[in-house]
């Protein structure tokens, strides 16, 4: 039985593909091995082509756990500037992506990668390439901001910002940072009111609208 059972040809397609498959989990461990690694000879001569490998998607950080684990709640927020088929344009209103993505995991036993990791890891990638003025500081800024504004026009045209015929022009979005409250029995004191880090409206190109972006489109 097996793959012996299968006439010569389909033996020969799900030999190759099994191959495939192998080949390609070999590489994608070597680079996240590289990428974790400490600065060696490969990572010096190619560490552009392991960062372009590894980001946005497979980006390794260890906050979990000791000693930074997280302990502040983000919350990623997008706007709009929407122009109406009349010609007229308004302003939505904030949409909170990151409790959108938390009702979507609430009670779900097998939540998506999408659902747990691409706003978190697309803002991480956007923070780590900016400074507090918003400029870019290192290689991938462009890239955190393309990645994160299409989240941003995929996100929204979820929500219907762009229903009824409208144009989504301009996109902009805002952190909440609030610190974790601490155990009753640590003593420790923090401040319960939210820091706000708001990002420049960012025009949105014409491909990146309506129905031909999708969750791999974002990427």
Not at 16 to 43: Q, R
Not at 168 to 194: A, I, M, N, Y
């Amino acid at each position: 039985m097996g793959l012996a059972a299968l006439p010569l040809p389909h033996q020969i397609a799900a030999a190759l593909a099994l191959a495939l498959v192998a080949v390609v989990s070999c590489v994608h461990l070597g680079m996240v091995f590289l990428h974790v690694a400490p600065s060696n000879t490969v990572t010096k001569q190619h560490g552009r082509a392991i960062d372009d490998w590894i980001y946005p998607e497979f980006e390794q950080n260890w906050k979990l756990f000791a000693p930074n684990p997280l302990q502040q709640d983000i919350a990623v927020q997008v706007r709009a500037l929407v122009r109406a088929q009349d010609g007229t344009s308004r302003e939505t209103g904030w949409y909170d992506l990151s409790a959108l993505d938390g009702l979507a995991i609430d009670g779900n036993p097998l939540p998506s990668h999408t659902q747990q990791n691409e706003l978190r890891r697309a803002w991480d990638l956007y923070v780590g390439t900016h400074d507090g003025e918003n400029r870019a500081v290192g290689l991938r800024g462009d890239l955190s901001e393309r990645y994160l504004r299409r989240i941003g026009v995929l996100r929204l045209h979820r929500e219907h910002a762009d229903a009824e015929g409208a144009v989504v022009e301009r996109v902009q979005f805002r952190s909440l940072t609030t610190d974790v409250p601490p155990p009753r029995w640590s003593g420790e004191k923090v401040s319960d009111r939210p820091v706000v880090r708001e990002l420049p409206w960012w025009a949105v190109p014409g491909s990146d609208r309506g129905d031909g972006l999708t969750e791999a489109g974002a990427r």
